[in-house]
């Protein structure tokens, strides 16, 4: 499985973006997609994530301010980031995990969000 994240940049506070990943691959083996963060000095955390039934878990950091969504015939997945803090800077990561429980992961794309 390979990903592929894009939407990152700069945003000023209160503002939105939309982060997009596609999968290619064997995508009919991914059970759960994400996004993950990773700021400056400290460990990355998981944002949100969304099962192939639709199930969907978020960090409550950012509860009613992102949504996240998935495509699972196109193998995509997208979070829409509202209302977004200067503590959302971060390089965002696209996760995949498989039935078999094996990790994926994309890129990284930088989001910050500063005055």
């Known amino acids: 499985v390979q990903l592929q994240a894009s939407g990152g940049g700069m945003v000023q506070p209160g503002g939105s973006l939309r982060l997009s990943c596609a999968a290619s691959g064997s995508t009919l083996n991914i059970n759960v997609m994400g996004w993950y963060r990773q700021a400056p000095g400290k460990q990355r955390e998981l944002v949100a994530d969304i099962t192939i039934g639709s199930r969907t878990n978020y960090a409550d950091s950012v509860k009613g301010r992102f949504t996240i969504s998935r495509n699972n015939a196109k193998g995509t997945v997208d979070l829409q980031m509202n209302s977004l803090k200067p503590e959302d800077t971060a390089v965002y990561y696209c996760?995949?995990?498989?039935?078999?429980?094996?990790?994926?992961w994309g890129q990284g794309t930088l989001v910050t969000v500063s005055s």
């Open positions: 996760n995949a995990i498989t039935y078999g429980e094996v990790n994926y």
